[in-house]
Structures are given as structure tokens and as C-alpha cells.
């Protein structure tokens, strides 16, 4: 049998993991958003759940060939139902960058409609001109819902459509509403930007107070043993010495 001491550190720091992964809340996903009709048959959470099964079943394998199977055996069912809840809320470096980047260009996308709409364009021929101004993801996304509208598609129907998008739904219920009631679309678009970047202030915000939560725990776990060793245990060994001499 191996020896029973780093098992048992393995154990207790897989525990604490453990812990702490389920302590901290997770962050879904934004939906998937297909910019064209949907379509039926499996989709990207097929794959998605068989990487999370992958990753779960290779985690709790880590633990089996590291622990002994006495306490092996529930720490490896634990750290694999922890692995397959957390990895529900994973997302890919590239796709959280491009997600954050169109929510960072919204304003500015919603600044330059409401300035050729305040000229006198109508919505259709605004997004048509603001299109080829932008770049990156927003391009990207609003070239489809421009090609939409230039191959003849109903505006309201591109503009409901376009409201269900993760990040691009407010531009496009504005666009619904004003098209369906006749109100002036300028006067919503501005406030829609000004809605915007209050919104992206208060996530700012809240993104900084979130990581002063989470770094305060390892901090403590850090500083902890540190202030035993040499505040506490001095004092009562101290202590103790005198009183036996």
C-alpha cells in the first residue's frame, strides 16, 4: 500500500476543490444564435456534451490512479459531478473574446445608425451604410442581417429576427418597435446607447467587484498558515514554557 501521507494530502486538496468549485457560482453560457432559419437535427450540444463526459470521466480516472480505492473511489465520483457541472458553464477563450467585443462595439454601432437616420435615411438604408464602416465581429454579424434586408426581406421580419440575437437583441427590438408603431426610431436609438454603456459601466463594475470576492479566499488560505506559524504558535509555545518552568 502506497504511503498513506501525500494520499491523504491528495485527498483533502481534491475535497477542497471540490468545495470550491461549487461555492462559486456559475456563469452560463449566452445562447447559441444562428443567424439564418433554424434548422433541426443535433446542434453544437452534442459535442459539447460529450467533451463534458470526456472530461469528467478522465478527471475522476486522475483520481483513481493517484488515491488509493477506498477513499479513491468517492473522491473520484465527487471531482467527476463536480467536473460535469462547472464545465456547463465553460467557454472557449475566442468565442468569450468575440462575444465581448460585439457587446463593446453595440454603442458605437447604434451611435452611427441614429446619426444617418437624424440625416433623414430610413433604418433599412442606415444599416446598409453603417455596415461597411465597422469591422471585426459586428461587421460580421450585421453583414447577414444587411444582405437580409438588400435581397428583399421584410424589415420587420429581419428586425424581429434580429431581436433575438444574445447581443445584438436590443438594437433589433428598437428597429421592430419603431417599424411596427411609426415612432421616431432616433430618439430610441439614443437612448438605447445611452442604456448600453450604463450597462456596460455596471458589468465593468461588477466583473472588478467579483475578482476582489474571489482573490479574498486564496488570499486568506495563503496568509492563514503564515500567521499561525509565526504570531500563534510562538505565543503558546512561549506561554507553555513558562508555565512548565
Do not use: N
Request: hydrophobic share 55%; glycine share 8%; with cysteine.
Amino acid at each position: 500500500m502506497p504511503d498513506e501521507g501525500p494520499a491523504l494530502a491528495v485527498l483533502a486538496a481534491v475535497l477542497v476543490t471540490a468545495v470550491v468549485l461549487l461555492a462559486v457560482p456559475s456563469r452560463r453560457l449566452p445562447a447559441a444564435h444562428s443567424a439564418g432559419p433554424i434548422r433541426a437535427g443535433p446542434g453544437p450540444g452534442v459535442s459539447g456534451a460529450r467533451l463534458r463526459a470526456v472530461a469528467a470521466t478522465g478527471a475522476g480516472l486522475a483520481v483513481l490512479l493517484v488515491l488509493p480505492l477506498v477513499p479513491g473511489a468517492p473522491a473520484a465520483v465527487l471531482v467527476s459531478v463536480v467536473v460535469w457541472r462547472r464545465s456547463a458553464s465553460w467557454e472557449p477563450a475566442a468565442q468569450r473574446r468575440r462575444r465581448e467585443r460585439l457587446a463593446a462595439d453595440l454603442p458605437h454601432v447604434v451611435d452611427l445608425l441614429a446619426a444617418c437616420l437624424a440625416v433623414g435615411a430610413a433604418p433599412v438604408d442606415a444599416l446598409l451604410r453603417v455596415v461597411p464602416l465597422l469591422d471585426g465581429p459586428a461587421r460580421a454579424e450585421l453583414t447577414v442581417w444587411a444582405d437580409r434586408l438588400r435581397w428583399g426581406t421584410d424589415a420587420v421580419v429581419v428586425w424581429s429576427d434580429l431581436a433575438r440575437h444574445p447581443q445584438l437583441g436590443r438594437l433589433g427590438a428598437a428597429l421592430r418597435r419603431s417599424a411596427e408603431s411609426g415612432a421616431p426610431v432616433v430618439e430610441a436609438l439614443d437612448r438605447l446607447s445611452e442604456d448600453l454603456r450604463e450597462s456596460r459601466r455596471s458589468e465593468v463594475e461588477a466583473r472588478v467587484r467579483q475578482v476582489e470576492v474571489r482573490t479574498a479566499a486564496p488570499l486568506g488560505v495563503c496568509l492563514l498558515p503564515a500567521f499561525l506559524l509565526l504570531g500563534v504558535v510562538p505565543l503558546v509555545a512561549g506561554t507553555a514554557l513558562r508555565l512548565l518552568g
